[in-house]
């Protein structure tokens, strides 16, 4: 089954709004990742954040973990048109049974920033 | 660099033929992936490779085989297509399992009528 799950599963803002997306998991984790998928391409990783932290930026990118919580969020500040695609989270963790991280996906969150 | 590739980008096959789609890297990435995105289901991983020679199952391995002969190369082999596995295949790579980010191909689109 799938490990993460994101919230909401759409989001419409305009220009200039910031954009929030959130992410739950079930397990354990060694990291969280962000992708972003544009429509009819393969994804593209956006920022990785580690289990023994709590907060990372990358440009406009705001991620949070929560592992109390089992959470994670991404914040774009300061949208764009551009920033329009779906955006993923991904788990990596290993797997009962398993010796080796997998890298897992939720559903994705579909971004779209109005002009 | 070229990054990960995958070919063919496109495929319509008939229910019960086979097929391999074929994904190269040249960035020396031990760890490598197949997923399938669905409307809907979001990423799902079929299989993964840790290095050459070593092949694990992921969320959805049935009706799929991979093999790993070299570091480059991660073939998925269908071997009696169903409509089913009608989807949007995705292989991707990065350095090692664990604490590294995954770069992902273009993607083949597959229709198994």
């Known amino acids: 089954s799938q490990q993460g799950e994101e919230d909401p599963q759409a989001l419409s803002i305009q220009e200039g709004e910031n954009a929030t997306m959130n992410c739950s998991y079930k397990t354990s984790i060694n990291n969280l990742q962000w992708y972003r998928q544009n429509s009819g391409r393969g994804l593209v990783h956006l920022i990785l954040i580690r289990s023994n932290e709590r907060e990372k930026h990358s440009g406009r990118l705001r991620v949070t973990l929560d592992t109390s919580k089992k959470s994670s969020s991404l914040l774009i500040t300061a949208s764009q048109a551009a920033d329009t695609a779906s955006y993923f989270c991904a788990t990596d963790a290993i797997y009962s049974g398993g010796s080796n991280y997998k890298l897992t996906f939720g559903k994705g969150t579909l971004l779209t920033v109005n002009p | 660099n070229a990054g990960v590739t995958q070919t063919p980008k496109f495929q319509v096959l008939k229910t019960g033929q086979s097929m391999t789609l074929q994904c190269a890297q040249d960035?020396?990435?031990?760890?490598m992936s197949w997923y399938r995105q669905d409307p809907g289901m979001g990423l799902r991983l079929i299989h993964y490779?840790?290095?050459?020679?070593?092949?694990d199952q992921g969320e959805v391995p049935n009706g799929y085989n991979v093999s790993r002969s070299t570091t480059e190369d991660f073939p998925l082999r269908l071997l009696s297509a169903a409509p089913s596995q009608t989807s949007v295949y995705f292989c991707?790579?990065?350095?090692?399992?664990?604490?590294?980010?995954?770069?992902f191909g273009p993607g083949t689109r597959l229709t198994v009528t």
């Open positions: 490779s840790v290095g050459a020679g070593i092949t």
């Open positions: 960035m020396n990435h031990e760890y």
């Open positions: 991707a790579s990065r350095f090692d399992s664990g604490s590294y980010e995954q770069y």
